[in-house]
């Protein structure tokens, strides 16, 4: 079974431009979750979505956006970046989302902000 | 918020040395994942535990869940250079994951 993929593995923007990231789950996986992860702040959750729907979302400001699609694909968006949203970006898809939560992770998108 | 803390934050040891990291919180969690995540990588999930005071092996990897489900240990014996990476717990519940900030363990040959 293929694990998650994440496109683009790298992407460099400038500031003020806005990316879109995606993330394909392992097949049969309906819940996505989206997280940043950088050197000071560690692992922030950023997103789930389930059924094209978001369930639960992190402490993160409405430029981080993100969309579940009915193959359970998901994309997010991130709209005029600052410097600070360089981080990798990682995805992570679980069956359901809930009871023990087990989530794959992908191998994430490096995003330099420049 | 839930916070999870994990230590020590940086490992340094020798192959064949053992080992041990701790994920504490004052939060109770229904189930808590560990994961080892190596540069340029996701995070791999290793194992969850789920029921206060169980404990899972994984060849040389010992876990144990507090009794009281709010903290968890992570044991590795006679550690290899292979064993080197970025060691994250995650505390659980309704399906929202908080992760610790990690432990980089460095085995060296």
């Known amino acids: 079974k293929a694990g998650v993929t994440q496109t683009p593995r790298y992407l460099i923007k400038t500031r003020g431009q806005q990316v879109t990231l995606s993330c394909s789950p392992i097949?049969?996986?309906?819940?996505v979750s989206w997280y940043q992860q950088t050197p000071g702040q560690g692992l922030q959750f950023l997103f789930e979505y389930f059924s094209e729907t978001q369930r639960n979302k992190g402490n993160f400001p409405g430029r981080f956006s993100g969309r579940q699609f009915s193959n359970s694909r998901s994309e997010m968006n991130v709209s005029t970046l600052e410097l600070g949203d360089s981080a990798l970006y990682l995805c992570?898809?679980?069956?359901?989302?809930?009871?023990?939560?087990?989530?794959?992770f992908g191998p994430g998108t490096r995003l330099t902000v420049l | 918020t839930q916070l999870l803390e994990q230590s020590p934050q940086f490992l340094s040891i020798q192959e064949g040395e053992n080992l041990t990291v701790y994920c504490n919180s004052s939060s109770v969690f229904s189930s808590l994942q560990w994961y080892r995540q190596e540069p340029g990588e996701g995070p791999v999930l290793l194992v969850t535990?789920?029921?206060?005071?169980e404990v899972k092996k994984l060849k040389r990897l010992t876990f144990q869940f507090g009794d009281a489900r709010k903290d968890s240990s992570l044991h590795i014996t006679a550690a290899q250079p292979g064993d080197t990476g970025l060691y994250l717990c995650a505390g659980t519940n309704a399906g929202k994951s908080t992760f610790g900030d990690g432990t980089t363990l460095t085995v060296k040959p």
């Open positions: 097949s049969g996986h309906r819940s």
């Open positions: 535990v789920v029921t206060g005071g």
């Open positions: 992570a898809s679980s069956v359901s989302g809930t009871g023990l939560a087990e989530q794959f």
